[in-house]
């Protein structure tokens, strides 16, 4: 029988350290949980959220939109940190907005996080959702338990802000496994991690990145992990299928928040244009009701083309 513990870690992650000093609460779910995985072939899945009424769709900015004034010198032309990224978004007439974790200070303190859920209260924000980095389609060992532990840590961030809902990925094949292999991995470790974020009322939702860019791979791990906390973080941009639109009308039904890039790729995985219209359009006819979330990865100037985009996003909302 093993016998649970308590540890202290410090765990380095893309620029932030994070002090852990907590039970392993993978360790205290993963035996409710593998019972039902255990089989490559097993067919419970979440259902196409039922939602009640007519669409409803909000409009939110996520941080990554200001990858580089957020990762430049303070202090330097356009530089902004997430509190600044706060005060803009309100001036932009949004009802909510997404911070990323990469985006964070590298110490985090209560704090910190007590002075962001007010700014973006008194600003009249929502936290729509959250995003982080993370590796679930590996096996069992240290790096995975790092990985659980970062997510972990980062679902009492985001709870400790009021966010409802964490952006994760299932990550790449690593070298040497098997396609098949890293899917039943990924669906085994997002369902430990359901059930833990579950605790604090947060919703795991999977992101088609990666190797998950093909709806085919998204949609296997979809089918399977088995949790009230699991949805999609539906990406317009990132589908390598033949046709994007149709793949993102098919996995619509799963989405609980839903980012918009003003780019997707075509057949030939070229990118173009995206047509919001159609994307939205695809949206009210799934009966979406929530946040839809701009992340602008295009070449022009933020500053200049956001707001330029979210108008045309809200008249097409309605």
Not at 53 to 64: D, E, I, N
């Amino acid at each position: 029988m093993q016998v649970l513990s308590w540890k202290v870690s410090r765990i380095p992650f893309y620029g932030q350290t994070m002090k852990i000093n907590q039970i392993s609460r993978r360790r205290f779910t993963q035996g409710f949980t593998i019972a039902g995985l255990a089989s490559p072939f097993a067919t419970q899945a979440i259902a196409p959220i039922k939602r009640n009424g007519t669409p409803k769709l909000k409009l939110s900015l996520a941080a990554y939109s200001f990858r580089k004034q957020l990762t430049a010198k303070p202090g330097t032309p356009g530089s902004m940190d997430m509190m600044g990224f706060i005060d803009w978004c309100a001036t932009q007439d949004l009802d909510g907005f997404e911070p990323t974790s990469y985006f964070f200070p590298k110490e985090i303190t209560p704090g910190y996080l007590a002075q962001m859920k007010r700014k973006a209260h008194l600003h009249g924000l929502d936290v729509s959702s959250g995003a982080i980095r993370n590796v679930f389609t590996l096996p069992d060992g240290p790096e995975l338990e790092k990985w659980h532990d970062h997510v972990d840590t980062w679902v009492d961030h985001y709870a400790a802000i009021g966010c409802p809902i964490i952006r994760v990925f299932a990550g790449k094949a690593p070298k040497g496994i098997a396609e098949e292999q890293a899917i039943d991995n990924a669906v085994r470790n997002l369902s430990q991690a359901c059930k833990r974020a579950g605790e604090k009322g947060i919703i795991l939702a999977l992101e088609n990145h990666d190797f998950l860019m093909d709806s085919r791979r998204l949609e296997a791990i979809v089918k399977r992990v088995d949790s009230p906390w699991f949805a999609v973080n539906l990406d317009s941009g990132n589908f390598i299928d033949k046709d994007g639109y149709e793949a993102f009308e098919r996995t619509a039904p799963y989405a609980a928040t839903v980012q918009l890039k003003v780019e997707l790729r075509d057949k030939a995985g070229k990118k173009v244009p995206a047509e919001m219209s159609r994307l939205i359009g695809i949206l009210k006819k799934a009966n979406y009701r929530g946040y839809v979330v701009l992340e602008y990865e295009a070449k022009e100037d933020p500053f200049t083309a956001i707001p330029r985009r979210l108008k045309e996003l809200r008249q097409l909302i309605g």
